[in-house]
């Protein structure tokens, strides 16, 4: 009888959800996996439970608002992060995902009800951790971008005593370059053959907001107006290669620590091999004695 009522519990369920999916004129799975997948730069398959939520995000994003600055901001981010969503459908994509795991306090609170909290908790971080990805993901992407500047400088320091072609600069570069600046620099070349050098350049600094970037953009700029910008480029290359040492130098100061915890456990691990070892040995000469 339980068994029946089980079974006829999930078919009232299916049945009451592609329902209300008709009703609310939701995309199928496929056509939201497709939407969803569409905008990714990799190229890792969409989960069904990632379409669900697109799906709910796309119709909860029509009640967002928000003001012109922050809208204006969170559009650029998200472009410059290569996330192809509009910022109304990526705050309504954070809400969802905090509110389906919300949704679970429901049996909670009849099953377990001091799992509640920890739920409530997960939620709320789940949400913060959505609604930052974009600026962590443009962060990454910047330090990426900005560990390759040093010797970007340095390639157009040395083209520029045989030429002042800012364009053949960016393409020669391109096949050494890394895969996040490779993107950024396909786009900075398309931009530059459908539009002026100067104008490309300036939004190609725009995408980024990186001071390091800012930098290199004005000497191409000066370059591109006729000044003799060798020197410039010169001191640019001495004052990056200073920045790199130092960068290099923290990300070293941050090994010790972690050698020091592995060091630690093999002390560890040598002293109960030593105290194994004179264990046995006073076991048997206990045995011996007897």
């Known amino acids: 009888m339980m068994t029946q009522l089980f079974f006829t519990g999930i078919l009232i369920a299916f049945g009451l959800f592609f329902i209300l999916a008709d009703a609310l004129k939701l995309p199928t799975m496929r056509a939201a996996k497709a939407m969803l997948g569409a905008g990714k730069s990799d190229k890792k398959t969409t989960k069904t439970l990632e379409a669900w939520l697109m799906s709910v995000a796309v119709k909860l994003s029509k009640y967002i608002r928000m003001d012109e600055y922050k809208h204006s901001r969170m559009a650029n981010v998200l472009k410059a992060a290569g996330i192809s969503m509009t910022p109304e459908v990526y705050s ?7 509110g389906a795991i919300m949704f679970g306090v429901i049996p909670c609170l009849i099953l377990l009800p001091l799992l509640s909290p920890v739920l409530i908790i997960l939620a709320v971080l789940t949400y913060f951790k959505e609604i930052q990805k974009a600026d962590e993901q443009l962060r990454e992407k910047r330090e990426q971008i900005e560990g390759e500047l040093p010797r970007f400088v340095a390639t157009i320091e040395q083209t520029l005593k045989a030429s002042r072609d800012v364009l ?20 900075l070349t398309a ?10 350049l300036t939004r190609f600094e725009a995408r980024l907001n990186s001071p390091m970037l800012s930098d290199v953009v004005r000497g191409l700029i000066g370059v591109l107006r006729g000044d003799d910008s060798a020197v410039y480029f010169q001191m640019l290359s001495h004052d990056f290669k200073a920045l790199e040492l130092q960068r290099l130098k923290g990300q070293a100061q941050k090994i010790p620590p972690k050698i020091r915890v592995f060091s630690f456990i093999m002390l560890m691990c040598f002293l109960l091999t030593y105290l194994a070892i004179i264990t046995v040995e006073i076991l048997n000469s206990l045995g011996s004695m007897f």
């Open 92 to 98: 309504a994509y954070a809400i969802a995902k905090a």
């Open 168 to 187: 053949a600069m960016i393409e020669n570069y391109k096949k050494n370059a890394g895969p996040a600046f490779v993107r950024e620099l396909d786009v």
């Open 191 to 200: 931009d530059m053959r459908s539009s002026s050098y100067e104008a490309a």
